[in-house]
Structure formats: C-alpha cells, structure tokens
C-alpha cells in the first residue's frame, strides 16, 4: 500500500460533502478518489463537484471496482449495518458513521463480521478526536474540580423539513440517535464507565414517530449521574459541563466547534480560568487516524466494540423513553 490510502465514499450525504471529503483532501495520509450514489449520474455531479476522480452508478460498483483501500459510509442509520458488511465481505476497511446501528445486537454483529475476516472497522464519531475532551479529561483526573459528581450535556437543532431523514422511523431517525448520542458518548468518555442504569423520557412526533425531544439520565458504577437532552425542535446547543465537589468546566461548543478556537472554562471555588484550546478539524483528525491504522496495521484510537457499549446505552434509554409514553 502507498504512503496515502485511497478513499471512496457510498452516498452523497450533505456530512460527506461538507465535513468527511473535505477532511480527507487535506488528510495527510488520504485522498478521495471514488464515490458512489444510487445513479450514475448524480454520483458524477457529485463528483465533479467535491472533487473525486471516479464516480460510481452503484454502491455494488464501487465496493467490487478494487480501486480504493478504504471506504467511509454516510448512509442513512438503518442502512449502516448491510454497507459496512458488503464492504467486509469484500474485505475492504470501513469508517461507518454514528450511531453504529440501529441497535446494540446489530452492532455487535457488524463488529464480529469485521473482526472474523481481520478487517479494520471503525465508528465515525468525529467529536472524540477534538484535544479539547482530552483535555478536559486531563483536568478531571488532575483533581481540578475535586471529585466527579455530575455531567450535564446537551445537543439540540431545529429541522426545517418534514422530509428530513432524521425524522423518519423506517430509516433509525430520532434524536437520540442523531445528537442524544453525542451526549451519551461523551460522558461515558468521561468517566471511562458504562451506565448501570437508565431512565428516559421523549416527546414523540405525531407524524414522525421518532423521538423529536428526549431528555436521559445515567447512573454510573462510581457514583457519577448523568443527564442530558437532545432535540430536532429544539434551539440550537451542543455543551456539557462536569461538575465536581470543589468545581465545574464548562464546554460551550463540544460538539462541532468549526473553525474556531474553543474555551474550556474553569471554576474552583472562587477562583475562575480560561483555557484556550487551538482550532482543530476533528473530521481530519478522524480520518487521518483511521488511515495511520490501516498504514501502520494498529487498531483504531477507539476500538468498534466501543460503538456497541455505545449503542446499548442508547437502547436503554429508548426503551425507558417509550415506556414512559403518557397514555
């Protein structure tokens, strides 16, 4: 394999367009080279306008030409499990975007196909990769804030259209699977612990059927709680806080902070800093990863089977959310 892994991209979702190619035109050790739609003649609209050399009428088409070492899949949610494994079967190296799967039992498959024909497979949740959450959690472990107590975290948007793939239930729409998920990761990520226990409740769209506005809480095994919300009608917010017995850090862009220098905030006590955290391209950052691991035959910086703790998680909370539908 070359010094650069050539990539190729199923679909023409708006994410690849306008964060994952873009990021992989300037990766280091990547360059685009093929992309496939369901025509041919979008894939070659799309191509010429983002850049890609070659353009495929067929996800088949692309995922059998033997023309890349990679392939990064932006599908709608419940189509991530049969793309990523055709892609393993074909033995070729997927980045398949969050959440993993519809739920955890199909992601815990999608992980065993990848893993039973040695085949590097990764989750594409961007976020993890921004230095800022290291560094919060250097700070955590530091005792900055004392011992942990708390994590509040929220990621809400408002969709215009009624036609939005993440209102839709047949495609795994909803928000806690679009932006609660972000919110679930992230504390997990924090604590380096999986919740023991789950309660949720939701707003369900009358003629969406996907949660529209979900609100979760989380019991850790150290004590930490946790809550959150995320909304698809909801003014936009993606922070999370953590607050400890002798503090708080606060992070007001946690999420897509673009092109911009992000602030940690700091409270101790009285006394109160700012840390200031270089602007980063997470999407860069993500798949320059994913290519180091496939060039140097190391694992990814998070390994698949962390999308399939992630993904239980989430299924708790739907349930619970369900469950406590007012009647």
């Known amino acids: 394999m070359a ?19 873009p990021a992989i035109h300037k990766a280091r050790n990547g360059e685009m080279v093929a992309v496939a739609s369901r025509t041919q003649e979008r894939a070659e609209a799309f191509a010429a306008e983002t850049k890609i050399p070659r353009a495929f009428g067929s996800y088949e088409a692309l995922i059998e030409s033997g023309e890349v070492d990679a392939i990064y899949i932006p599908v ?28 955890a039992a199909e992601a815990h498959h999608m992980v065993e ?4 024909r040695g085949v590097l497979f990764a989750e594409a949740f961007m976020y993890r990769f921004h230095p800022q959450h290291w560094r919060v959690k250097e700070l955590i472990a530091e005792g900055a804030i004392g011992q942990l107590q708390v994590i509040s975290s929220a990621f809400t948007f408002t969709i215009r259209s009624e036609e939005n793939i993440r209102l839709q239930a047949n495609l795994a729409g909803g928000a806690l699977m679009d932006v609660g998920c972000y ?22 769209g009358e003629n969406s059927g996907v949660d529209e506005v979900i609100t979760g809480i989380l019991r850790f095994p150290s004590g930490v709680l946790g809550h959150f919300d995320a909304g698809l009608r909801t003014y936009r917010n993606h922070t999370y806080e953590v ?11 946690s999420f897509t902070p673009y092109a911009q220098n992000t602030i940690i905030r700091v409270w101790r ?50 349930a619970s959310a369900r469950a406590n539908v007012k009647r």
Not at 77 to 98: D, Q, V
Request: one cysteine or more.
């Open 113 to 116: 196909v990848f893993a039973e």
């Open 76 to 103: 709608p949610n419940s189509e991530h499990a049969e793309w990523s494994i055709r892609c393993a079967e074909a033995g070729i190296p997927t980045l398949c975007e969050k959440p993993l799967a519809r739920n």
């Open 183 to 204: 919110c679930v990761n992230a504390m997990r990520f924090l604590t380096e612990e999986e919740p023991e226990a789950a309660q949720a409740f939701a707003r369900f």
């Open 243 to 253: 607050r400890g017995s002798e503090g708080r850090i606060q992070l007001e862009e």
């Open 3 to 21: 010094e650069k892994i050539r990539w190729g991209i199923l679909s023409t979702a708006g994410i690849g367009k306008n964060r994952v190619i």
């Open 269 to 318: 006590g009285e006394d109160y800093r700012e840390i200031v955290v270089p602007d980063a391209d997470q999407y860069q950052l993500m798949v320059e990863d994913f290519g180091d691991a496939l060039l140097q035959g190391r694992p990814p910086k998070f390994a698949p089977q962390d999308a399939v703790r992630n993904m239980r998680a989430l299924d708790w909370l739907i």
